[in-house]
């Protein structure tokens, strides 16, 4: 059975950074493309960032860009998310999601993990 | 950057048939996955590809896409499916994914 378990999550001041970690089970992260998607409160999905299946190529939201990396451990099996700078419009849920083999469907969620940028 | 639109909001009958519309420049070329989320929890990919349904989620559930617009077709509407509703592409021309803003489907 697929399942994605997010951490990390929390309360940090502007500018300041955290990282989150979706540990992934039921499957080997190096076979796949993974996601970070975030979601506002009370607000709609956004994409944030993908990574391919072997690591090599990374992918961002204009807004995050220069701000945000995404990393995979595989020998964790667990996929990262590190968040510099961050602003208070960052605040979300972040989710962790599988894509589809071949194609770029996500097919597997996460639960999420607060992040609240507040001073 | 790639813009999908999506109505705020849907109502519709038990029983009847929602169609909740995706609109973004030439839509048709890409492919449309579509995206349940009822409160406080993860979404559901309920279709993809335009056209297929992931294991486990009912016929009820169908999509269509060309021109300009994705749709996706709710029939014999039941309670149960009274969520929001997203979709979603990938734009290959700035490598990055895009959602519609999100569609709240309610059930009379």
């Known amino acids: 059975e697929v399942q994605l378990v997010e951490s990390g999550g929390g309360l940090v001041q502007p500018g300041g950074s955290l990282r989150l970690s979706c540990a992934a089970s039921?499957?080997?992260?190096?076979?796949?493309?993974m996601h970070w998607v975030r979601q506002a409160p009370g607000k709609g999905l956004v994409w944030v960032s993908r990574?391919?299946?072997?690591?090599?190529?990374?992918y961002y939201a204009d807004s995050v860009k220069g701000r945000f990396t995404i990393s995979r451990d595989t020998a964790k099996n667990t996929l990262y998310l590190q968040m510099n700078s961050l602003r208070a419009e960052d605040t979300a849920v972040y989710y962790c999601?599988?894509?589809?083999?071949?194609?770029?469907?996500?097919?597997?969620w996460g639960q999420g993990t607060l992040v609240t940028v507040s001073s | 950057s790639y813009v999908l639109t999506q109505p705020l909001s849907v109502s519709v009958a038990p029983g009847k048939t929602a169609r909740i519309t995706c609109g973004g420049n030439n839509i048709g070329r890409k492919s449309v996955h579509w995206y349940q989320q009822k409160p406080g929890q993860a979404p559901v990919l309920v279709i993809c590809y335009d056209i297929d349904r992931p294991s486990g989620i009912p016929e009820r559930f169908s999509g269509s896409n060309s021109g300009n617009t994705a749709t996706l077709t709710i029939s014999r509407v039941e309670d149960g499916d009274e969520a929001d509703y997203y979709c979603q592409v990938w734009d290959s021309s700035s490598d990055q994914g895009v959602f519609g803003g999100g569609t709240k489907l309610t059930v009379l």
């Open positions: 999601a599988k894509e589809d083999y071949g194609g770029n469907s996500i097919d597997y």
């Open positions: 039921g499957f080997t992260i190096s076979t796949y493309w």
């Open positions: 990574i391919n299946s072997n690591g090599s190529s990374t």
